[in-house]
């Protein structure tokens, strides 16, 4: 029997929706994977069962006071799992020497600290936090490169461009003639444009393919997800911003597509669940069971294609106009979406006017030179943009 040591994996987000499925695959296969970390925000309940489950080495927790709440419980249940706080602990545990993989499951820009830490430590990394590579960029590769990582895409989009990629990175450029991201369009691919201000967090919430968290399913509804997936896919398969282009899908089979030099397209299809790249990226480049369902093609009525519409979509351009304008400035873009969207789902600002705020705030805020290449720099642009936000989000957007 051949016995090969288990895998060590730090969950990053670990009571998300791409967290709790990560551990759901890694259910499956208790012999090739072990819990090492785990962490969440604000949902200490759901963390403790965790810990009671899989046992890991470190759990971590953004407060003392919380963190006080988990160690009594575990130590009643006898778990000996060692409680952390703060964000610094999350790196720690990223770049813990006996860590082999970090899934990095945070949302927003909070997780772009410990996904640095992993890279410079050279782990095996698996990325679902999108919003660190839109802010990080280029120091985020670098970081890579110089670290001796291994990065490997989550969101379902690039991990299927992945997927119809060969194993050595040095061949791609020679083959890739454009991508094409795939879009189901979300929830409001067919509302009147005009009624769009009434839309309530619950509608924007409620997506027609996936089940995600709240603040990806409202980039879902605005597309602005997909314009953190087009600045995404720029880094990781570096790639000229006009040669990553987006197309509308509706049912969310193709996952995303290759155009290769000679006119060839290269497609990966599946099921719309997240545990088939999640498995792809745990086992990399072997293959595992995901507990997806396998397409069945005879029940499929039809794909089908379209344009996305600019009117109904306003945000997906700015990815674009991000990524020509000077660096630093998809960092902007991303903490004034972020704002935004947490005020939307806090009912302080109206749907319609997220891209109001994402907007203003490129227009208002000069990027400074040399914002991008320190972490210190980065975090810096991203409060003063979120400062920016705030006001526009307190006049309402206008
Ligand atoms: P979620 O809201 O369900 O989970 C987020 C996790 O991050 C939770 O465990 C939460 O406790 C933690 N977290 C939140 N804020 C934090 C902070 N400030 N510091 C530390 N931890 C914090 O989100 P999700 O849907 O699982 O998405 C996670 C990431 O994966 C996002 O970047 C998202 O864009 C990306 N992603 C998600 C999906 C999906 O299907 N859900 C698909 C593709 C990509
Ligand atoms: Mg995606």
Not at 207 to 235: C, F, Q, Y
Request: with cysteine; charged share 20%; glycine share 6%.
């Amino acid at each position: 029997v051949l016995s090969v040591p288990r895998q060590r994996v730090c969950v990053l987000g670990s009571t998300g929706s791409i967290g709790t499925s990560t551990l759901d695959v890694i259910g499956r296969h208790p012999e090739r994977f072990e819990v090492f970390a785990l962490s969440a925000h604000s949902r200490v309940d759901d963390l403790a069962a965790q810990c009671l489950r899989w046992q890991p080495r470190f759990a971590v927790l953004p407060d003392v006071a919380a963190a006080r709440d988990l160690a009594t419980r575990l130590r009643s249940a006898d778990v000996r799992t060692e409680v952390l706080v703060g964000a610094a602990a999350l790196e720690e545990v990223a770049a813990h020497p006996e860590v082999d993989s970090v899934m990095a499951a945070i949302v927003g820009a909070a997780g772009l600290a410990p996904c640095l830490a992993a890279a410079r430590a050279g782990k095996r990394l698996l990325l679902a936090n999108k919003e660190a590579l839109v802010v990080g960029g280029e120091l985020f590769m670098r970081a890579v490169r110089e670290g001796g990582a291994t990065l490997l895409p989550i969101d379902s989009e690039h991990s299927a461009i992945f997927q119809c990629l060969p194993e050595d990175r040095s061949a791609w450029a020679q083959r890739i003639d454009h991508i094409v991201l795939t879009a189901s369009g979300g929830p409001f691919r067919q509302r009147d444009p005009a009624t769009l201000a009434e839309v309530t967090p619950e509608q924007a919430c409620a997506h027609p393919n996936w089940v995600m968290g709240r603040k990806i399913s409202v980039d879902s509804a605005t597309m602005m997800n997909k314009a953190l997936e087009v600045i995404e896919a720029r880094w990781l398969f570096d790639l000229a911003p006009r040669d990553v282009r987006v197309l509308l899908h509706p049912q969310s089979i193709i996952h995303s597509m290759v155009v290769c030099r000679d006119a060839s397209v290269l497609a990966q299809l599946g099921t719309p669940d997240m545990r088939v790249p999640i498995a792809y990226g745990l086992s990399w480049p072997q293959r595992i069971e995901s507990g997806a369902a396998q397409l069945d093609f005879l029940s499929l009525a039809s794909l089908t294609f379209e344009p996305a519409d600019a009117q109904r979509f306003p945000g997906l351009q700015l990815a674009w106009q991000a990524l020509e304008a000077r660096p630093g400035t998809t960092a902007v873009l991303n903490a004034a979406n972020e704002v935004a969207v947490a005020a939307f789902l806090e009912r302080r600002l109206r749907f319609d006017r997220i891209h109001a705020v994402n907007a203003g705030t490129l227009a208002q805020l000069a990027v400074p030179e040399d914002a991008t290449s320190t972490l210190g720099g980065l975090l810096a642009l991203d409060a003063s943009a979120r400062a920016v936000a705030g006001e526009l989000v307190a006049r309402g957007g206008v």
